[in-house]
C-alpha cells in the first residue's frame, strides 16, 4: 500500500507564498498521476490540481489557475504544489493522492491518499 505524507502547510498572509510537498517514503509512484485536492471546514474535498506520472501534463481548477504550480520530480518521489497569491479561501486542508484509474478531477477516482497539511492564510 502506498504511503504518502504531505509537508510544507502553515500560517501565510494574504498575497503570500507556501510551496506544499508530498512524499512517497520507501515506495515508487512514478507510473502514477498525482492530485491535489484540499478541504475546508464544514466543506467537502474539492479538486484543487493534478499532474501526469511523466511531468508534461497538469491541469488546475479554475480558483487556483495562474497562482498554483504543480509539479514533481519523480527521483525523489515527491510532488510538489507552490502556491502563490494566496487567498484567504484557499485555507483547508491539503491533501495529495495517487491516481491509479486514468486521468481525473474527481474525488473518487483516486487511491491512495495522506493524512493532509493544513494551510491557513490569514488577513
Known amino acids: 500500500q502506498v504511503r504518502l505524507v504531505e509537508s510544507g502547510g502553515g500560517l501565510v498572509q494574504v498575497g503570500g507564498s507556501l510551496r506544499l510537498s508530498c512524499a512517497a517514503p520507501g515506495r515508487t509512484y512514478s507510473t502514477s498521476h498525482m492530485g491535489w485536492f484540499r478541504q475546508a471546514p464544514g466543506k467537502d474535498r474539492e479538486f484543487v490540481a493534478i499532474?501526469?506520472?511523466?511531468?508534461?501534463?497538469?491541469y488546475y481548477a479554475d480558483s487556483v489557475k495562474g497562482r498554483f504550480t504543480i509539479v514533481r520530480d519523480n527521483a525523489k518521489n515527491t510532488v510538489y504544489l507552490q502556491m502563490n497569491s494566496l487567498k484567504s479561501e484557499d485555507t483547508g486542508l491539503y491533501y495529495c493522492a495517487t491516481n491509479l484509474g486514468g486521468w481525473s478531477t474527481e474525488l473518487r477516482r483516486y487511491d491512495y491518499w495522506g493524512q493532509g497539511t493544513q494551510v491557513t492564510v490569514s488577513s
Open positions: 499532474i501526469s506520472w511523466s511531468g508534461d501534463r497538469t
